[in-house]
């Protein structure tokens, strides 16, 4: 646990929690914690039971805002897109008057990006905090985005050029994927929402307006997502009509060489037969001259299915 008073945006050290349960003249206190630590925090800062039991869950938590008397419990989630693969953490947040507490079960990175900004920008007060957290979180969805957006673009390329059977395993495991963010990017949107529009005592009344821009955000992702749904089936049809294309040129090519070979295969089906009177049986270079007869004819064949552009 990591207890940081925030003034101006410039970070100083707390030894003793004890000391944030004071509010300070100016500023605030920032409380990086880890679920461990609830057990510490929560009859410091009178936490809900129902709020710190949501944070000790292994499972995954849907994106929320419960009000409560003294601070409110907001959870969001942080995306990551490692190896082809999304990840999705949840960021538990305790606001209070002069203070905010970050609870997580992993390292989430926006709150590590989050410093240099809340420097930048001289953060002075808990609300401000948050919205440059959730504004932070937003973004990188964004990010998120334009990567799987150009792995859909590099997956439809590699398909329309060269077919495989792993082609349709990653289409299953990207939609997969996109379905599963789609469903945290509803409520996660609602809670953005909350802060925007609902009355709340906790958050500056300009301050608001500014949650406003992060909500239009929110909704330009969700629809980004449905854009990549949507793409990902396009991208199912593309493998299918690719394979048949695939099946349909191999049985073309099949046909033909079928094709070319009947005429050679009548010709050695008659001089297979157990008969003496058969034109050209005794003649010395019968067997040459049939031969080439049969070359002449296969590659004539060929020629004119490649003019017909059947090969």
Not at 29 to 44: G, K, M, N, R
Not at 78 to 99: A, Q, T
Not at 209 to 237: C, H, P, Q
Request: contains cysteine.
């Amino acid at each position: 646990m990591k207890i940081r008073y925030v003034y101006n945006g410039k970070f100083t050290m707390v030894e003793e929690v004890e000391q944030a349960q004071q509010a300070p003249p100016e500023g605030f206190y920032w409380i990086d914690a880890d679920v461990e630590d609830l057990t510490v925090l929560q009859p410091l800062f009178g936490m809900h039971d129902l709020a710190v039991e949501d944070c000790l869950n292994d499972e995954e938590q849907r994106p929320k805002i419960e009000i409560y008397e003294n601070h409110y419990f907001i959870v969001i989630d942080s995306i990551r897109f490692d190896n082809e693969e999304i990840f999705l953490r949840s960021l538990n947040i305790f606001l209070g008057r002069h203070y905010i507490i970050t609870v997580t079960h992993q390292k989430i990175n926006e709150l590590r990006s989050l410093k240099p900004i809340l420097w930048e920008q001289e953060v002075n007060r808990p609300d401000q905090f948050l919205y440059y957290l959730v504004d932070l979180v937003v973004d990188n969805y964004f990010l998120v985005g334009d990567r799987i957006d150009s792995r859909i673009e590099t997956l439809e390329e590699d398909i329309l050029m060269h077919t495989k059977k792993s082609h349709l395993n990653e289409i299953i495991g990207l939609r997969g994927e996109i379905l599963w963010v789609k469903k945290v990017l509803g409520p996660q949107r609602e809670v953005i929402f909350t802060l925007n529009k609902k009355e709340l005592k906790l958050i500056d009344e300009q301050l608001q307006k500014y949650f406003r821009d992060v909500y239009e955000n929110a909704l330009k992702i969700s629809e980004s997502f449905d854009t990549y749904r949507d793409l990902m089936g396009n991208l199912r049809e593309a493998y299918q009509s690719s394979l048949s294309s695939r099946a349909n040129e191999i049985m073309r090519v099949f046909t033909a060489i079928t094709t070319i070979f009947m005429p050679l295969t009548f010709i050695t089906g008659i001089y297979g037969m157990n008969f003496d009177d058969i034109p050209g049986l005794h003649f010395k270079l019968g067997a040459y001259i049939l031969l080439g007869i049969m070359i002449v004819l296969g590659f004539s064949m060929f020629i004119i299915f490649r003019k017909k552009e059947w090969l």
